[in-house]
């Protein structure tokens, strides 16, 4: 049965779309500042082009935007909880960073990638922050998903 687009038949619907989990992060002024994101796609090879989606009226995107580097960290299945405390379930124990250029990202992560901003794009009640990869390093963890509200994994070779 179809149903009138709506904020809750719009996540509804798009929580059916199996996603990684992703810690956006970035540095100012010495603090370090961080959010968990699933709005994230790869756009360009040439030049190696991301994008992440940011709800305008989240804390990080004013440091996003003031931001000239961040960093993504994809998540491995170990570290359902990272994305739990960058969405404001805070652990108690603190995230450990790499820095790389002075653009900080989670230690232990399957991926790290270290981004120059390209453009911010106004899009709704949403910014897309697209960056150009200038550094990454990656693992073969299993990757941590995000599907229908609920934490799992997808196990490779």
């Not at 179809?2 to 810690?23: E, K, M, W, Y």
């Not at 603090?31 to 082009?49: D, I, R, W």
């Not at 804390?59 to 404001?88: C, D, P």
């Amino acid at each position: 049965m179809f149903h009138p687009i709506d904020p809750q038949h719009f996540r509804a619907s798009l929580g059916r779309f199996p996603s990684g989990v992703t810690v956006i992060s970035c540095k100012q002024e010495g603090q370090v500042y961080g959010m968990t994101a699933s709005a994230f796609v790869s756009v360009s090879m040439e030049p190696p082009l991301v994008l992440v989606s940011v709800a305008n009226k989240a804390r990080m995107h004013a440091h996003l935007l003031a931001a000239e580097t961040f960093g993504i960290s994809v998540l491995s299945q170990e570290q359902a909880h990272w994305s739990n405390h960058f969405a404001g379930k805070l652990h108690d124990q603190e995230p450990e960073f790499a820095e790389w250029d002075g653009v900080p990202v989670l230690e232990g992560a399957l991926v790290n990638l270290v981004l120059k901003k390209d453009k911010a794009i106004e899009a709704g009640d949403h910014t897309l922050f697209l960056g150009e990869i200038t550094h990454t390093r990656y693992t073969d963890q299993d990757a941590l998903l995000y599907f229908r509200g609920q934490y799992g994994a997808f196990q490779g070779k």
